[in-house]
């Protein structure tokens, strides 16, 4: 296995995201050994061609930087984030029109093995109340989901994570080549730290019924056939886990409910279960699609979550 620590870009936005990112970091520092660097783009408020012609840009750019620097350190430190963890140039502030392709460059420049993501946030009670521990994405989030060709990190509000860092890494596994891709990720993961691996595929009742002219029949015989075809994939799943590391602890579950959410929820789910998840590739265009079923995943996940790039 690879010794270099792994290398975390924290993509870091004061005000509309919390601080998740770095208790996910922090999380994974008590897993591995880790280098971590944080990067803030610095948005303007005008043109480019403008600045030039503004003897005060500088002064507020100066000022704006040293502010946001200070609040990084600081936020650094309440996380219990120290020096040996830090890369050595740990904070960067760049002024950027594009934050999605400041990210990309910047993690591409660091050699980041993952870029963590925080939630975007609402001042409204109703926000709080139904996302509170919840991944929510922001217009960046977004994009870098679709197009990121670095693995992401979604990091959940409010989530209870392990002392002893990840104990679990599970993966959501449907036999597919980007989930053959994704299992790979997961066993090498779980193999490096020493967890068990365990394979979940879900089979949410109504969210993907659609029946035909003359109906499916009883719904009850529909799951149990759905529950034995997913069954047989993550028995070839494991066998594919195991091909690779044959001493690896490796189980399986089938997860089954009405809907996405109730079909996530019942499982039992870790304070140390890291969710690594699979996305399909676009070519040059698009490199990662975030599909329909990860996407309602990604909703309503407890846990940490790694998208890995096809």
Same mark, same amino acid.
């Given at each position: 296995?690879?010794?270099?620590?792994?290398?975390?870009?924290?993509? !870091?936005?004061?005000? @509309?995201? %919390?601080?998740?990112?770095?208790?996910?970091?922090?999380?994974?520092?008590?897993?591995?050994?880790?280098?971590?660097?944080?990067?803030?783009?610095?948005?303007?408020?005008?043109?480019?061609?403008?600045?030039?012609?503004?003897?005060?840009?500088?002064?507020?750019?100066?000022?704006?930087?040293?502010?946001?620097?200070?609040?990084?350190?600081?936020?650094?430190?309440?996380?219990?984030?120290?020096?040996?963890?830090?890369?050595?140039?740990?904070?960067?502030?760049?002024?950027?029109?594009? @934050? +999605?392709?400041?990210? *990309?460059?910047?993690?591409?420049?660091?050699?980041? /093995?993952?870029?963590?993501?925080?939630?975007?946030?609402?001042?409204?009670?109703?926000?709080?109340?139904?996302?509170?521990?919840?991944?929510?994405?922001?217009?960046? =989030? /977004?994009?870098?989901?679709?197009? +990121?060709?670095?693995?992401?990190? $979604?990091? #959940?509000?409010?989530?209870?994570?392990? &002392?002893?860092?990840?104990?679990?890494? =599970?993966? *959501?596994?449907?036999?597919?080549?980007?989930?053959?891709?994704?299992?790979?990720?997961?066993?090498?993961?779980?193999?490096?730290?020493?967890?068990?691996?365990?394979?979940?595929?879900?089979?949410?009742?109504?969210?993907?019924?659609?029946?035909?002219?003359?109906?499916?029949?009883?719904?009850?015989?529909?799951?149990?056939?759905?529950? @034995?075809?997913?069954?047989?994939? $993550?028995?070839?799943?494991?066998?594919?886990?195991?091909?690779?590391?044959?001493?690896?602890?490796?189980?399986?579950?089938?997860? =089954? %409910?009405? %809907? !996405?959410?109730?079909?996530?929820?019942?499982?039992? !789910? &870790?304070?140390?279960?890291?969710?690594? $998840?699979?996305?399909?590739?676009?070519?040059?265009?698009?490199?990662?699609? #975030?599909?329909?079923?990860?996407?309602?995943?990604?909703?309503?996940?407890?846990?940490?979550?790694?998208?890995?790039?096809?």
């Amino acid at each position: 296995m690879a010794s270099r620590p792994l290398r975390i870009m924290i993509a !870091w936005r004061p005000g @509309e995201y %919390g601080t998740e990112t770095l208790a996910y970091a922090a999380w994974l520092a008590r897993t591995t050994k880790v280098q971590i660097r944080v990067i803030s783009a610095l948005s303007r408020g005008w043109p480019l061609t403008s600045l030039a012609r503004l003897s005060t840009n500088d002064s507020w750019v100066s000022h704006e930087t040293e502010s946001l620097e200070k609040i990084i350190k600081d936020e650094l430190k309440l996380a219990g984030l120290r020096k040996g963890m830090l890369d050595d140039d740990a904070v960067r502030i760049i002024e950027s029109s594009s @934050e +999605s392709t400041t990210i *990309c460059n910047e993690a591409e420049e660091f050699e980041a /093995d993952v870029v963590l993501l925080g939630t975007r946030r609402s001042n409204t009670k109703d926000w709080a109340a139904k996302n509170r521990s919840r991944f929510t994405a922001g217009s960046t =989030s /977004d994009a870098l989901l679709h197009y +990121s060709p670095i693995p992401l990190g $979604l990091a #959940i509000p409010g989530a209870k994570l392990s &002392k002893h860092g990840v104990t679990r890494v =599970s993966i *959501c596994y449907i036999d597919t080549p980007q989930s053959h891709h994704a299992l790979n990720k997961a066993a090498d993961l779980a193999y490096r730290w020493e967890v068990p691996l365990r394979l979940v595929s879900f089979t949410p009742r109504g969210a993907t019924m659609y029946p035909t002219e003359n109906g499916y029949g009883p719904s009850s015989d529909l799951m149990i056939e759905w529950r @034995e075809q997913a069954m047989g994939l $993550l028995d070839r799943g494991m066998d594919r886990a195991h091909t690779r590391y044959p001493d690896l602890s490796i189980d399986a579950e089938v997860a =089954s %409910g009405n %809907g !996405w959410e109730e079909a996530i929820q019942s499982i039992k !789910w &870790k304070k140390g279960d890291l969710l690594v $998840l699979g996305s399909s590739t676009l070519g040059p265009f698009g490199r990662i699609f #975030i599909g329909s079923s990860t996407n309602h995943i990604v909703r309503h996940s407890p846990v940490p979550m790694l998208i890995t790039p096809a």
